[in-house]
């Protein structure tokens, strides 16, 4: 994949090159091959004067930790760089980067349209901002372009949605939602934890901000929570004065910064290997009698294949699917897995399993996430980058004889 500088004056580089190299030369730091991490809250300044006008602004310069730090402006040049975006922010979590960018773009009286399918905790940010502060906000199935359009109005300021939806994996169409929200002067938040920029660009359909959590795929060791956001430099900007700044202080460490841009560095090679083991393992439960359904984008059998096809290069390393007999067939097929971790989160080097209705979707009633497709017997696996033999092994090991007689029993 080759990025392309907006003003094409620059010659440009692949994607494996700008997430090892961009932003940084080792001669202007003594040399270092690795980015040094600056571990440290605050900054000296020369003169009471030069502080007061790097506080002021006239001057550029850093002064604080919360607001800024080279380790973390690092990371936030690359990972804009990755996304095709004008400027980054780093945060402390994936809900710290959602939060800033919220708290700084609502305004009192705005209107938000968002997608139905989403993160539990993000549903769950969403329903405090009508019940606490009665931001009006309509739900809707976005992979529905009526309803979408329906659902946007003049009032509408912001339209946010995840693509893929976690934890379903239902696709969104970007360019199509992000050009009936511009016939409205509304903005496009796009959740892009699933793909990353090397499997999906939403900026380049239209989108106007992505956040991500970097505790998945852009981390990629299960050793760190954090997030980032990525848009247009003015926007960005009042992204880190307002909301990261005086809203939620959500400030991202200098070391789990310097952990995320060593995660990147592989992030291609990882997202390779994710995507073609999920390919491998999605077509194994596709063909197993013990399955009631697998949803992956990749397959041909799912619904928005072509769409996935347009707006991903591959398709991911997560797969949700239903077992028959429900929750409790479920709830056994997860018991007996012994190479899969039974854990939340996504994005690891190892394989995780875990049940959205009672845990990243927890957050949902009952009745709005059968709605959004979030059934008590939908399972979640996130493909690790272990051998797929072995994760297809694990799983056969678990869908004996035995528990396909118990399940197709009900
Ligand atoms: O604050 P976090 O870094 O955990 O990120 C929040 C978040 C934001 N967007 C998406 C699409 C996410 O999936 C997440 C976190 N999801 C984990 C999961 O689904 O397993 C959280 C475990 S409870």
């Not at 606490?132 to 912001?158: C, H, Q, S, W, Y």
């Not at 073609?276 to 697998?294: N, P």
Request: hydrophobic share 40%.
């Amino acid at each position: 994949m080759k990025l392309i500088d907006k003003d094409n004056k620059k010659p440009t580089t692949g994607f494996a090159t700008d997430a090892i190299h961009w932003g940084y030369k080792p001669s202007s730091h003594q040399g270092a091959l690795n980015p040094p991490v600056y571990m440290t809250s605050t900054f000296a300044f020369e003169s009471a004067e030069q502080g007061a006008s790097i506080f002021g602004g006239e001057e550029k310069g850093y002064f604080y930790s919360r607001i800024s730090n080279p380790t973390v402006a690092l990371l936030e040049e690359r990972i804009a760089r990755l996304e095709g975006a004008e400027a980054g922010l780093a945060t402390s979590s994936g809900m710290g980067a959602i939060c800033s960018v919220f708290w700084s773009l609502i305004q009192h009286g705005d209107e938000l349209v968002v997608d139905q399918t989403l993160y539990g905790c993000t549903y769950a940010f969403f329903r405090t901002l009508v019940e606490k502060f009665g931001i009006k906000i309509l739900a809707v199935d976005m992979a529905d372009l009526k309803a979408v359009e329906e659902a946007i109005t003049p009032k509408t300021r912001l339209v946010f949605f995840e693509t893929p939806a976690n934890p379903t994996l239902r696709l969104v169409d970007i360019a199509a939602v992000s050009s009936l929200a511009h016939k409205h002067d509304a903005l496009v938040i796009v959740d892009n934890t699933f793909c990353t920029p090397y499997l999906q660009r939403p900026l380049e359909f239209g989108a106007d901000v992505i956040v991500h959590s970097a505790t998945k795929y852009l981390g990629g060791h299960g050793d760190l929570i954090a997030g980032l956001a990525v848009g247009g430099a003015e926007m960005i900007e009042h992204v880190r004065l307002s909301g990261l700044k005086d809203l939620t202080g959500a400030a991202l460490s200098p070391f789990d910064a310097s952990q995320i841009l060593r995660g990147i560095k592989t992030l291609e090679i990882r997202m390779d290997r994710h995507s073609q083991s999920a390919a491998t393992v999605a077509r194994y439960l596709d063909s197993h009698s013990a399955i009631e359904a697998v949803y992956y984008p990749g397959l041909e059998s799912f619904p928005q294949h072509e769409l996935a096809k347009r707006q991903m290069s591959q398709f991911g390393g997560l797969i949700a699917f239903e077992v028959k007999g429900g929750i409790v067939a479920g709830r056994a097929l997860m018991n007996s897995l012994k190479l899969a971790t039974l854990a939340v989160s996504l994005g690891d080097a190892e394989t995780l399993i875990q049940h959205p209705a009672s845990m990243t979707h927890a957050p949902y009633e009952e009745e709005v996430r059968q709605a959004a497709g979030i059934t008590d017997g939908l399972v979640r696996l996130s493909i690790g980058l272990e051998c797929v033999d072995d994760i297809i092994a694990d799983l056969d090991q678990a869908l004996t004889q035995e528990y396909v007689e118990l399940a197709q029993a009900g």
